[in-house]
């Protein structure tokens, strides 16, 4: 067997679920210990749109490492997170799996893993710029979110998506969850042409999440914006609800 066969056939085996309520609980209140010391505070704010129970997608800025595990403590019930193949090596890699890690590649039927899931009633935590970056701004996302979403609309599971924002700030972490989305607007236009539904629902979320971002106080995500605010005929800006880039406007404090 060849390494590249080998280690497909090791991704295939990382999309089994190894989560576990024992694992869950142990690994939660180790990774909440962890961000306590590393975090002066972590500020929520718009928490009430992430449901309480049933299935959805929260798609996310990716700063920093600190990103996952934040947003799982968050989250604070069993998810599955879309991570690079690469870091699901070694402890780190059985680690990660056992809060619902899986991995992201083209070769592995990732979107039947995530609809079962959504079967169960577990959210799908993504970051679809698919790296982190630490250039400052929010880069373009990976089709991979649409494909998912429009693959749950068509099972006729009722997964609505939430956009986030991170962001840190002198020790502390910001996040900034925006009102449920739902690709109901989409569904005509993927009948018809679904490369083009793919992208605008793909380059909509984007936008989105660069609003939010800009609403915690990043310019360069505002910039982004102001620039595509100058070719209306491309601005497609979904609902929100807070305007002012205030940070603690609404916050939840939990640390």
Same mark, same amino acid.
């Given at each position: ?9 090791? %991704? ?11 694992? @869950? ?84 039927? @990732? /979107?039947?893993? /995530?609809?079962? =899931? ?8 993504? @970051? ?61 236009? %993927? ?20 609003? %939010? ?5 990043? =310019?360069?995500?505002?910039? =982004? ?11 497609? @800006? %979904? =609902? ?11 916050? /939840?404090? /939990?640390?």
């Amino acid at each position: 067997m060849s390494s590249k066969q080998n280690s497909l056939r090791l %991704l295939q085996a990382a999309m089994k679920d190894l989560k576990d309520p024992i694992s @869950f609980f142990i690994l939660s209140i180790l990774t909440k210990l962890v961000l306590a010391l590393r975090f002066k505070r972590v500020v929520l704010i718009g928490r009430e749109n992430l449901p309480a129970s049933g299935a959805y997608i929260c798609i996310a800025n990716h700063t920093s490492r600190w990103d996952g595990p934040t947003l799982g403590t968050v989250v604070n019930r069993p998810a599955n997170f879309m991570v690079s193949p690469n870091e699901l090596n070694g402890l780190q890699g059985f680690l990660l799996r056992k809060v619902g890690a899986f991995p992201a590649h083209p070769k592995l039927d @990732f /979107v039947s893993h /995530v609809l079962g =899931q959504f079967k169960k009633g577990e959210p799908l935590v993504i @970051f679809p710029e698919g790296n982190v970056f630490y250039d400052g701004h929010t880069h373009p996302f990976k089709k991979g979110i649409a494909r998912i979403a429009f693959s749950a609309h068509q099972q006729n599971l009722d997964v609505p998506i939430i956009p986030t924002a991170i962001r840190y700030r002198n020790g502390q972490a910001f996040f900034k969850f925006g009102s449920a989305i739902s690709v109901g607007e989409y569904i005509g236009e %993927l009948a018809v042409n679904a490369a083009a539904a793919s992208k605008r629902l793909t380059q909509s979320l984007h936008r989105e999440v660069c609003l %939010l971002s800009s609403e915690l106080g990043c =310019q360069a995500d505002g910039r =982004q914006l102001v620039k595509e605010e100058s070719n209306p005929g491309n601005c497609h @800006f %979904l =609902q929100t609800h807070d305007t002012e880039c205030d940070a603690n406007k609404h916050a /939840v404090s /939990v640390s």
